[in-house]
């Protein structure tokens, strides 16, 4: 197998996530090293040659996006799908996790916090309202209710404690055969909106956009979706940490005053579908 080590990105701290490095993992009594131990594998941060194409991407590697707070954990998960031929990117950090989402296009997402730790299920709804690739949970959690709480926020699996390599691959390629199959025809116009992820910044036909961090977590979910609707709760939950405790009207001034700063550069705006969400409007013509 070829193997390379994947770079890591700086980016703000925030909860939940924290800074490592994705080579040389510390020794001790991690449960997903000494899983790993147990069947042999090696606890590095590789990449391997995926050996068969992946329908719709051909002839390429598949790529997932590891979000985990401990180096050790990021390099057992990597060395069971790297041996497997997929690409793997690492984020020590809940905002380092969304850029990439953006900027790297994984195939699918696995998020590993810890046991019990309160930031799981909330950054799994933020990246499940920035992207639809399947986000999977590997946890040594014993309590039900964060397991439902993962699963309610968009996970489609939850891996348990002690790890499987084999099983992990194979939850990871069931999540991509349930997936459904990318629209063909390639993507609608955003009519001169750009949204850099990394830098936080949005502009319309080069003229930059000055929005709140509530309204550019906004727009950037609704960027991501192209022109489709995006439901009431899947914008809460990517703007605000606990959506359960804002008011919908709150939701709803801040995307008039979103709406007010696209049309004045010159865009389309916003479009409001009752009972459902919002979504971006486009010259080509609305989706959903």
């Not at 925030?14 to 001790?28: F, V, W």
């Not at 990117?89 to 019990?116: F, N, Q």
């Not at 850099?196 to 910044?201: E, I, Q, T, V």
């Not at 961090?213 to 609704?222: D, K, Q």
Request: charged residues 25%.
């Amino acid at each position: 197998m070829v193997a390379r080590e994947v770079p890591l990105r700086a980016g703000p701290v925030a909860p939940g996530l924290r800074d490592g490095t994705a080579t040389g993992p510390a020794p001790g009594g991690n449960p997903i090293a000494t899983a790993m131990r147990a069947g042999g594998h090696s606890l590095t941060d590789t990449v391997g040659l995926m050996p068969e194409p992946y329908p719709g991407r051909p002839s390429a590697r598949l790529r997932g996006l590891i979000a985990a707070t401990d180096p050790t954990d990021v390099g057992a998960i990597a060395s069971a799908l790297g041996a497997a031929g997929h690409e793997i990117v690492t984020a020590y950090r809940a905002e380092s996790a969304l850029v990439r989402l953006v900027d790297e296009a994984p195939d699918y997402v696995i998020v590993c916090l810890g046991k019990d730790d309160p930031e799981q299920a909330t950054l799994v709804a933020r990246l499940h309202a920035r992207n639809d690739a399947p986000i999977l949970v590997v946890t040594d959690a014993r309590d039900e209710d964060q397991v439902v709480a993962s699963l309610d926020a968009g996970a489609v699996d939850v891996i348990p404690l002690p790890l499987r390599p084999l099983e992990l691959v194979a939850r990871v390629q069931a999540a991509l055969r349930r997936r459904p199959p990318p629209t063909s025809g390639g993507d609608p116009s955003l009519d001169g909106l750009k949204v850099d992820g990394r830098r936080r910044l949005a502009s319309v036909s080069g003229h930059r956009l000055a929005l709140t961090p509530t309204e550019f977590e906004l727009l950037a979910v609704m960027a991501a979706r192209r022109g489709e609707i995006v439901d009431h709760w899947k914008l809460l939950r990517a703007a605000w940490a606990d959506p359960r405790e804002v008011d919908p009207e709150t939701l709803r001034t801040h995307l008039n005053h979103l709406n007010q700063k696209l049309v004045a550069e010159g865009h389309p705006g916003l479009r409001n579908v009752r009972g459902r969400g919002y979504g971006l409007r486009i010259a080509a013509g609305d989706i959903g």
